[in-house]
Nanobody, 122 residues
Framework: QVQLVESGGGLVQPGGSLTLSCAASGFTFVRYVMSWYRQALGKERELVAT?????????????NYADSVKGRFTISRDNAKNTVSLQMNSLKPDDTAVYYC??????????WGQGTQVTVSS
C-alpha cells in the first residue's frame, strides 16, 4: 500500500521558518522523483521544488525550485529513511497554502500525500 504522509505544517510569522517532512512507504523510494507542490485557496496547485533520483555511489540528486522560493526553500531526501523534506526560510504570507508531497517515476506512476497546511501570518 502506497503512502505519502506529510507533517510539519502550522502557523508561522512572516520571516519565520518551517520544515515539512514526507514519509514514503509502499514503493521503491530511490526510483522516484520527489516533489513538493502547494495550493493556495482559490488558486491552482503549483510545483514548489523537485529532487531527482539519487546517482549511484554518490547519492547526488538534482534539485529544482520555483522562482518564487529560490534561495529560501531547500528540498532534500533521506534514502535510508524514505523521507523527503522541505526546509522553508524567510516565509512570506504568499507562501500560505496546503503543501503536498508527490512521487513520480519514469513510467508515469504518480502518488500524492494528503497535504499539510502552512499559514504565514502575524
Amino acid at each position: 500500500q502506497v503512502q505519502l504522509v506529510e507533517s510539519g505544517g502550522g502557523l508561522v510569522q512572516p520571516g519565520g521558518s518551517l520544515t515539512l517532512s514526507c514519509a514514503a512507504s509502499g514503493f521503491t523510494f530511490v526510483r522516484y522523483v520527489m516533489s513538493w507542490y502547494r495550493q493556495a485557496l482559490g488558486k491552482e496547485r503549483e510545483l514548489v521544488a523537485t529532487i531527482g533520483t539519487p546517482a549511484p555511489y554518490t547519492n547526488y540528486a538534482i534539485t529544482n525550485y520555483a522562482d518564487s522560493v529560490k534561495g529560501r526553500f531547500t528540498i532534500s531526501r533521506d534514502n535510508a529513511k524514505n523521507t523527503v523534506s522541505l526546509q522553508m526560510n524567510s516565509l512570506k504570507p504568499d507562501d500560505t497554502a496546503v503543501y503536498y508531497c508527490n512521487a513520480q517515476n519514469d513510467v508515469h506512476n504518480v502518488f500524492w500525500g494528503q497535504g499539510t497546511q502552512v499559514t504565514v501570518s502575524s
